[in-house]
C-alpha cells in the first residue's frame, strides 16, 4: 500500500488571520505609494509612465482599505495579542508603518492632482498617530530590558522614518493653512523633522556597531538593510519641503548642499545593500517574507529625494543614478507583489511563524 500523503493545510479563517495579522503588512502600502509617486516623476520625461504611476495610485489605495479591516480588526477583536506586540523586541517597530502609509498616501493625493482636502484629511490622523507610535513603541523599549545586541537592525528606523516623514506632505500642506492650523501644522513639522533626523543619527550608529560586533541580519530581516535609504531620502525631501514654508529665509543652496551630502552616503549605501543583499541570497539565507516589502519604501525615498535634488541642483548624475534606482525598484516591487500573492493565495502569510 502506498503512503498516505500528508493533509493539505487549510485556508485560515478570517478570524485566525486578524489574530494573527502582522503589522508590518502596511510596508507594501507604504512601498506601493513611493512607487507611484516617483513613476509619476518620471513621466514627465517618458509621458507613456503616466497611466503605469495613475494605475499603481488607485492600487495603492484599494489596498490601504483592504488592509485597514484585519489591522483594525485585530484591535477590537484581539487586543491583548495587539499590545503584546509593542512588547515584541522586533515586531513593535513595525506598528507606525501604518501611520507612515498615511502619510504617503497624503503625498499621493498632493501629486495625482493636488487633492489638498484628501491630502489634510490623511495628514492630520497620520501626523498624531506617528508621534503616538514613535513614543509607544521606544516607551516600551526604554523602559524594559527585552531587546538585545541581536536584536538591533535598522527596523528600528521605522518610528524615525515616520517622524521625518511628516513633513513631505505637511511642508507643501502649509500653504493651503491659516491661522492657527497652519501654526499647529508648523510646530508638528518642526518636531517631527527634528526628533526624526537626530533619532536616526543616533540609531545610525548603534546598527552600525551591531553591522561590525554581531552576526549579519540575514534570513527575513536581511531586506531590513535597505532601511537606511529611507531616512536619507525623507530628510532631504523634508528639509527642502519645510524651508520653503518658515517664516525667515533660509539660504536655498546651503539646504540644497547638505541634502547632497545625505545623498552621498544614500547612493554609497545603495551598493553596500546590495552587495549584503547579494550575499544573503547566495548563502540560501534570503527567504521570502513580509520584509521583502522593506526593499520598497526605503529606495523608492532615496528615488524621490535622487528626482527633486537633480532638479534643484541641476546634476544630471545624481538624476541618471536615481533613473537606476528607480528600475531597481519597479523590478523589486514585482517580484515582492507577486511573492505576497502567491502568499496570499496559499494562506502562508496569514499562518503564525515559529
Known amino acids: 500500500m502506498s503512503a ?25 502600502v507604504m512601498g506601493s505609494g513611493v512607487l507611484a509617486i516617483t513613476t509619476l516623476t518620471l513621466s514627465t520625461r517618458w509621458p507613456i509612465l503616466a497611466p503605469l504611476a495613475w494605475g499603481i495610485h488607485y492600487f495603492n489605495l484599494l489596498l490601504f482599505c483592504v488592509l485597514l479591516v484585519p489591522w483594525l480588526g485585530r484591535w477590537v477583536a484581539y487586543r491583548e495579542l495587539a499590545l503584546a506586540t509593542f512588547k515584541h523586541p522586533v515586531q513593535a517597530s513595525f506598528y507606525p508603518t501604518l501611520s507612515i502609509a498615511m502619510l504617503v498616501i497624503a503625498t499621493e493625493f498632493l501629486a495625482f492632482g493636488g487633492q489638498v482636502e484628501l491630502a489634510l484629511l490623511f495628514w492630520w490622523p497620520a501626523m498624531v498617530l506617528t508621534f503616538v507610535f514613535s513614543f509607544a513603541v521606544l516607551y516600551a523599549i526604554f523602559s524594559g530590558e527585552h531587546v538585545a545586541l541581536e536584536h538591533v537592525t535598522p527596523a528600528i528606523f521605522i518610528p524615525a522614518v515616520g517622524l521625518v516623514v511628516i513633513p513631505v506632505a505637511g511642508g507643501p500642506l502649509l500653504g493651503h493653512l491659516h491661522g492657527s492650523a497652519r501654526e499647529l501644522a508648523l510646530l508638528a513639522n518642526v518636531v517631527g523633522l527634528g526628533a526624526g533626523s537626530l533619532m536616526y543619527l543616533s540609531l545610525l550608529a548603534l546598527t552600525l556597531q551591531r553591522k561590525y560586533l554581531a552576526k549579519p541580519a540575514f534570513g527575513p530581516l536581511a531586506p531590513t538593510v535597505w532601511i537606511h535609504l529611507g531616512p536619507i531620502g525623507a530628510i532631504s525631501l523634508s528639509l527642502l519641503n519645510l524651508a520653503e514654508q518658515l517664516p525667515v529665509a533660509v539660504p536655498g543652496g546651503t539646504l540644497v548642499f547638505v541634502s547632497l551630502l545625505l545623498w552621498g552616503f544614500g547612493a554609497w549605501w545603495v551598493v553596500m545593500a546590495a552587495l549584503l543583499t547579494a550575499a544573503a541570497w547566495r548563502r540560501g539565507m534570503l527567504p521570502f517574507a513580509l520584509s521583502w516589502w522593506g526593499f520598497t519604501f526605503p529606495l523608492g525615498a532615496f528615488v524621490s529625494a535622487s528626482f527633486r535634488l537633480a532638479h534643484d541642483a541641476s546634476l544630471g548624475g545624481v538624476e541618471a543614478f536615481g533613473i537606476g534606482c528607480w528600475c531597481l525598484l519597479v523590478a523589486i516591487w514585482l517580484l515582492t507583489l507577486l511573492r505576497t500573492a502567491r502568499g496570499v493565495a496559499s494562506g502562508a502569510l496569514f499562518r503564525p511563524t515559529a
Open 4 to 28: 498516505a500523503l500528508p493533509a493539505q493545510p487549510t485556508y485560515p479563517k478570517f478570524s485566525e488571520i486578524v489574530r494573527h495579522f502582522a503589522p508590518g503588512w502596511f510596508s507594501a
